[in-house]
């Protein structure tokens, strides 16, 4: 075996950024050896009574410090676990070091771990070589990480569903239709001169198109899946000083903008992640939107005009003062960026007092399209549950689904999927006009390997790859 | 082992009898193209029979070619061998079939006259340079180890004691080795059509660690055409304008045989009668009784097994196809049977229009021994022997064109072997003979393989039409296809490609003439006109139809014309079919070192570690075919090649 692929190696597991704690994972054979030189035991249980990290049994954990070899320097007070061969995730001995959050913390203990005997782990390396060792397969390495993907309540249960098994079942009830139309074909392909076996080329139409059906329904759950594994968009905007820093504070329940009452404030966007009933949802604080001479202030108002057409979900905030024409000046520069289904118009400041137009503009918004309206104030939270409903239930429109059927999660998933029904939509098309079964039989055995590609069915070359290359570094 | 010392000290008979580069035992239709194949390259080659009357038998179905058959014959062709030639001088009667079914099923098939076929060979062999054929009866493979101490050929024996030297063998023994006949409790030892069996080749194979199976696989009764009421039957005739087999005969402009001296075949169902005779003496029947161990075919039935497997099925339909010109012999295609003699009497009057049949020859189930195609490289080398090639029944396949497939591939990797030349193996993507020999060597097989084009992946692109684009480069390469024949055949697709491009850029305005054509095959005329190819694109639009507006077109033979069309009308789905073939090469690309130790691979499970390490894939694809190694496995196998690349490099 190559120096390469024998040395041991070693990532954060946690994410990047600032957190309490963090989490330093290394794989490999003699992993806790090479930590005896730069780790401490302080303190285990009694009984354990190790003296140097190699020396822990498997499952157990010490209170350490991790030092700097050379000067001698501590960095940091950790708890180390130690995992011996073959129960541990990669299936190979592990270490996992606790420290602190920091991330002159993490660097350094990292630092200290490559100068001495480990190498940095490459992408999905920790999940690969939990599969080389025979701890997973691929389905599960995919599921494994949606799942850690997956950080609300909905998208856990959608990923625990296909970990389950219950997407394989559903392909392979279409696979079989798909499989039992080709046996259909080429049965009188491949006995031709007998009379007593005429092509039911109706029946072969039929389970095609049962297929595809079955196939598209899987699709179109992906309008919800692709929230629940990219999170849902809402953006907030509205002319300056309408509430939309006031009321991102209000959803977020801390001061994460600076709320100001002076005009333009919120220069450029700012983007907090939080769940709202279940769902995972990025709020997205724009610049105000008007027009304006302030090239920095226009830069800002540019990228909120752009934002919107990548939003699922417009707030747009309407301030007691807001005068008719500015509203629906600005609506209809709004609307050439959003569909109105995707916009809802919320009266903020009802503390403060009703614009007077109120009735007039939602009348307006109505003949534009749009259906939902509410009037909220954030600084008496009133009508702030009702608001966070109308996020939920955007979302739950999109799939029309009972929380029993499957939710496409994967991107990789629902493009195979939709590509395997077009395939079909091609086959039954070849029939019907004529072309001939050949043809037919041949575009529905690609269907059927683009299936095969989820369910493991078939093998690609890149596959292995792709998916290991996807996963975050560490997990 | 048997060395050529051993038997010159052994044997009082045993004498050097000659010298060859190769010797080819079994001149079956195997046989026949290994021989001439390893001939054409110039090697020194002796071709051995049992009987030369029996060269290039047909001792079933007198017709060569159908589904997935008509496709190989057309690719042993393109790549320079006999079958399709002499098939084409020897057909009787002539068709496509599949002919609505789409041009990737196309498949033809033809009628042959028996014997004609048989003689039309052996004096085509006859006539080829550097080639030898000699009546005898071959007993023993002749071995040695070299230097590396693998066992390696060094000749044949003959049961007269004569010893032919030379350095590589192939065996194409069909159902010859220790073979019996069966027809009910009467057990003969014997070859087919009454021909003598091998006797002790099958034995030195299996001493020298061979793997050895036995299979079955029986043919129908012949009844005399005088006896046969044909009013109670379907005629069923012969097609106009099939293109020939061969691709020389093709680019000569020749079609097969005319219409007007083609001779029809008959199709009839079996009557109620029938089920209850094969019923009731079912207990009669070896197949039952527990006479017959070896395997048979699933997909070429006996009579007894339809009704047995299908009991729900009234009847089943049977074809009555004639011999030849020279005989009144009548096959029963369909109808094949190893109940006792006098069942089959019953039987055949049951019969519609066969009440006073009279049988010439009685059906009979015949068995006989093969190599476990397991143990054979992708060459059709075996992994045991150096220079021992096989092809054939003798690999577990079934029907002339499988074993002449195999024959040509067997003989041409023969010649390369004696010239130390890389083997030619042609991928799932390039040939049927490909998806034939893949199937056979990885997955095995347990009953006597017949071809079919479902067992193709690609076969929208592995076509009857274009089985000289894809091989006959190949071929050329090789050495079987002449410089002339060469040119003739780039020519050809000049001319497509060129037409193509003229079709293409060729815009026909709204007239009232294109009007009324494409109203013919209920097409209409789009308003701002179309180019010729974008009116060929359409359904029922063809090249010959649009004639009238295109006066400027060259003149162009059918094989042309057909192309273009293909081309034409199917352009998007063959491209979907070349990126599926560009996927299917990427895993056929990764090559599996031969020094992989899979027992050192963790996550492998047992059996996949057991069958990978017995049958050593050449590569991931290969892998990924074998039964017993899933998917999961094959995953592990990639990441694990990836991650040992560094290694393997060093």
């Given at each position: 075996m190559s120096n390469f692929a024998s040395k041991p190696f070693c990532a954060c597991s946690t994410p990047q950024g600032v957190g309490g704690i963090a989490i330093i994972r290394a794989s490999g054979s003699a992993s806790a050896e090479l930590m005896d030189s730069y780790t401490k035991i302080l303190r285990t249980i009694a009984d354990i009574g190790a003296k140097k990290l190699s020396e822990l049994p498997g499952y157990c954990a010490a209170y350490a410090t991790v030092f700097d070899p050379i000067t001698g320097k501590s960095i940091d007070n950790v708890i180390i676990t130690h995992f011996v061969a073959p129960h541990s995730y990669t299936g190979d001995e592990m270490v996992e070091i606790s420290c602190h959050g920091g991330e002159a913390v993490k660097q350094e203990i990292l630092r200290i771990m490559l100068d001495n005997g480990f190498r940095a782990a490459e992408p999905g390396e920790f999940t690969k070589t939990a599969f080389l060792n025979g701890k997973l397969d691929l389905s599960e390495a995919e599921a494994v990480m949606d799942v850690i993907a997956a950080d609300s309540e909905r998208a856990l249960r959608a990923a625990n569903m296909q970990l389950n098994g219950k997407l394989s079942r559903e392909l392979t009830d279409t696979e079989n239709d798909i499989y039992h139309a080709l046996s259909l074909i080429e049965m009188i392909v491949e006995?031709?001169?007998?009379?007593?076996?005429?092509?039911n080329e109706d029946k072969v139409i039929e389970l095609a198109e049962d297929a595809k059906t079955k196939l598209d329904q899987l699709a179109s759950s992906y309008a919800q899946g692709r929230i629940l594994s990219e999170r849902m968009r809402v953006a907030i905007c509205g002319?300056?000083?309408?509430g939309k820093s006031t009321l991102l504070n209000v959803l977020t329940g801390y001061e994460r903008a600076i709320v100001t009452e002076v005009a333009g404030t919120t220069r450029d966007t700012l983007e907090v992640n939080l769940n709202i009933n279940g769902i995972p949802v990025t709020l997205v604080d724009t610049a105000g939107i008007r027009d304006t001479e302030d090239r920095i202030e226009a830069i800002g108002v540019e990228r909120a005009y752009q934002e919107l057409m990548s939003d699922d979900l417009v707030l747009y905030m309407v301030a007691p003062s807001e005068t008719n024409d500015n509203f629906r000046y600005y609506l209809d520069e709004m609307l050439k960026n959003v569909p109105p289904h995707r916009m809802a118009i919320v009266f903020s400041k009802s503390d403060i007092g009703e614009n007077e137009n109120a009735d007039g503009m939602t009348e307006f918004a109505r003949s534009l399209g749009i259906e939902t309206f509410i009037s909220i104030s954030s600084s008496d939270s009133v009508n702030i549950d009702e608001l966070k409903d109308i996020i939920s239930d955007y979302y739950d429109k999109l799939g029309g689904s009972s929380s029993e059927s499957v939710i496409l999660l994967n991107r990789r998933h629902y493009e195979l999927i939709s590509e395997a029904s077009s395939k079909l939509e091609m086959a039954v098309n070849a029939i019907k006009d004529g072309i001939g079964v050949d043809v037919a039989s041949s575009v529905m055995r690609t269907s059927l390997e683009l299936i095969g590609r989820i369910t493991g069915k078939s093998v690609s070359a890149e596959l292995a790859d792709n998916i290991f290359g996807r996963f975050c570094i560490g997990k | 082992m048997l060395t050529i010392e051993k038997v010159l000290e052994e044997n009082?008979?045993?004498?050097?009898?000659g010298e060859y580069d190769a010797a080819v035992v079994g001149a079956g239709h195997a046989g026949c193209e290994a021989a001439h194949a390893l001939a054409k390259m110039k090697n020194k080659t002796i071709l051995f029979t049992l009987h030369l009357d029996a060269l290039a038998n047909l001792p079933c179905n007198p017709s060569i070619g159908g589904t997935a058959k008509g496709q190989l014959v057309r690719e042993i062709d393109a790549l320079g061998g006999v079958m399709g030639k002499v098939a084409d001088e020897c057909a009787i009667q002539m068709r496509m079939l599949n002919r609505s079914k789409g041009p990737a099923v196309f498949s033809p098939r033809a009628q042959m006259d028996r014997t004609k076929y048989s003689y039309t060979m052996k004096h085509l062999l006859e006539n080829t340079d550097n080639l030898v054929i000699k009546q005898a009866h071959i007993v023993k493979l002749l071995t040695t180890k070299n230097e590396e101490g693998k066992i390696c050929v060094t000749g044949v024996l003959s049961s007269t004691g004569a010893i032919y030297k030379c350095n590589a063998v192939v065996i194409c023994s069909g159902t010859y080795m220790e073979s019996r006949t069966i027809l009910g409790e009467v057990i003969t030892e014997s070859g087919p059509d009454g021909l003598p069996r091998s006797v002790g080749l099958s034995a030195s194979l299996s001493e020298l660690g061979i793997p050895m199976l036995r299979f079955k696989t029986g043919t129908p009764v012949r009844v005399n055409k005088k006896s046969v009421d044909f009013t109670e039957m379907t005629r069923q005739d012969g097609e106009d304008d099939i293109p020939p087999f061969s691709f020389e005969r093709e680019m000569d402009g020749k079609t097969v045989a005319p219409t007007e001296e083609q001779v029809p075949c008959w199709s009839i169902w079996t009557t109620e009668q029938t089920k209850e005779i094969i019923t009731s003496n079912l207990d009669r029947s070896p197949l039952y009784s527990g006479i017959i161990d070896g395997i048979g075919p699933r997909y070429c039935p006996s009579i007894e097994d339809k009704f047995v497997r299908?009991?729900?099925?009234?009847r089943h339909q049977i074809f009555v196809e004639p011999m030849g010109n020279s005989t009144n012999e009548m096959y029963l295609q369909g109808f094949s049977t190893s109940l006792p003699e006098d069942v089959q009497a019953q039987m055949v009057k049951s019969l519609l229009g066969l009440k006073d049949a009279v049988i010439q020859r009685n059906a009979y189930a015949i068995e006989y021994d093969l190599v476990d195609p397991l143990s054979l490289k992708l060459s059709l080398e075996s992994k045991i022997a150096e220079g021992l090639f096989t092809a054939g029944q003798i690999n577990g396949s079934s029907g002339y064109e499988e074993a002449a497939g195999q024959g040509i591939i067997a003989g041409i990797n023969a010649g390369r072997f004696l010239r130390k030349e890389p083997p030619v193996i042609l991928d799932r993507s390039k040939a049927y003979i490909g998806v034939l020999i893949d199937d056979l060597v990885t997955k095995g097989t347990n009953e006597p393989y017949r071809m079919m084009t479902s067992r193709a992946e690609y076969r929208l692109f592995l076509r009857q039409d274009n089985a000289d684009l894809r091989l006959t480069p190949v071929g050329h390469e090789i050495g079987l296809i002449d410089d002339d024949r060469y040119a003739a055949f780039e020519e050809k697709y000049r001319i497509v490609e060129s037409e193509k491009e003229r079709l293409a850029s060729t815009y026909i305005a709204p007239t009232r003439e294109l009007e009324e054509l494409l109203a013919s095959v209920d097409s209409t005329v789009p308003k701002s006109g179309a180019s010729l190819a974008e009116l060929i694109k359409r359904p029922r639009v063809t090249y010959e139809l649009l004639a009238p507006v295109d006066r400027k077109r060259p003149q162009c033979s059918q094989a042309v014309i057909r192309a273009i069309e293909t081309d034409i009308k199917y352009e998007g789905y063959i491209k979907l079919e070349l990126e599926n073939i560009e996927r299917f090469k990427e895993l056929e690309s990764k090559i599996i070192p031969e020094a992989i130790d899979y027992e050192n691979i963790h996550g492998l499970r047992k059996e996949a570690v057991q069958k990978l390490s017995k049958l050593r894939p050449v590569n991931v694809g290969q892998a990924n075919r074998i039964s017993g190694v899933s998917p999961a496995d094959v995953n592990v196998l990639i990441v694990y090649l990836e991650a040992h690349k560094r290694d393997f490099a060093n």
């Open positions: 006995f031709p001169e007998h009379d007593d076996t005429p092509v002319a300056p000083n309408s | 009082k008979n045993a004498y050097i009898a299908f009991s729900d099925k009234p």
